[in-house]
T-cell receptor, first 116, second 116 residues
Framework: AQKITQTQPGMFVQEKEAVTLDCTYD???????LFWYKQPSSGEMIFLIY??????QNATEGRYSLNFQKARKSANLVISASQLGDSAMYFC?????????????FGKGTKLSVKP | NAGVTQTPKFRILKIGQSMTLQCTQD?????MYWYRQDPGMGLKLIYY???????DKGEVPNGYNVSRSTTEDFPLRLELAAPSQTSVYFC???????????????FGAGSRLTVL
């Protein structure tokens, strides 16, 4: 069964520094997609970045980059130059390729706190 | 562009009462989903729909029902509410799915339900 593991319940980072949020996944399907979402205290789910299993390069979106290591089945999110507004829950998710037709399977999340 | 709209944002129910969470999207997305998020957990799929008239169960469907009479609307019905249904509910939608395609799920703002 497909599974997402986020082992860091909480992380602290100093403002303007970089931080890496860990995500490992388990799947036997060669075709899959990996996503990161941000959930601020207001509760909405905000899409950050996507990585396809066949993508040759690591995805980047502004200050967000995804460190994709396929052999290790990891898809860590790197946030550069942290800002106070980055304080939020961050969820790693994987697209299920069968069964629920495009459903995302989520990890339990990491709470990031940015210190001034 | 409204995206995905959920109502109500907050609701308190008594045990045994019933209610419907409304979800509407204006992006002409075929795929729609209902998730629930319990404290400290990721999102779990309740039901999903791949188009009008077609619905199917997700990981945690017990105690819920859905219908999809139009592309835009995907209401979630709670029958005989129980304290275990206290949660935050998210509706989401996306375009085509399949494989590892980057078909991003767009989420509503969430509905916080408390059953006492």
């Amino acid at each position: 069964a497909q599974k997402i593991t986020q082992t860091q319940p909480g992380m602290f980072v100093q403002e303007k520094e970089a931080v890496t949020l860990d995500c490992t996944y388990d799947t036997s399907d060669p075709s899959y997609g990996l996503f990161w979402y941000k959930q601020p205290s207001s509760g909405e789910m905000i899409f950050l970045i996507y990585q396809g299993s066949y993508d040759q390069q690591n995805a980047t979106e502004g200050r967000y980059s995804l460190n994709f290591q396929k052999a290790r089945k990891s898809a860590n999110l790197v946030i550069s130059a942290s800002q106070l507004g980055d304080s939020a829950m961050y969820f790693c998710a994987m697209r299920e390729t069968g069964g629920s037709q495009g459903n995302l399977i989520f990890g339990k999340g990491t709470k990031l706190s940015v210190k001034p | 562009n409204a995206g995905v709209t959920q109502t109500p944002k907050f609701r308190i129910l008594k045990i045994g009462q019933s209610m419907t969470l409304q979800c509407t999207q204006d992006m002409n997305h075929n795929y729609m989903y209902w998730y629930r998020q319990d404290p400290g957990m990721g999102l779990k799929l309740i039901y999903y729909s791949v188009g009008a008239g077609i619905t199917d169960k997700g990981e945690v469907p017990n105690g819920y029902n859905v219908s999809r009479s139009t592309t835009e609307d995907f209401p979630l019905r709670l029958e005989l509410a129980a304290p275990s249904q206290t949660s935050v509910y998210f509706c989401a939608s996306s375009t085509r799915t399949g494989g590892s395609g980057a078909n991003v799920l767009t989420f509503g703002a969430g509905s916080r339900l408390t059953v006492l």
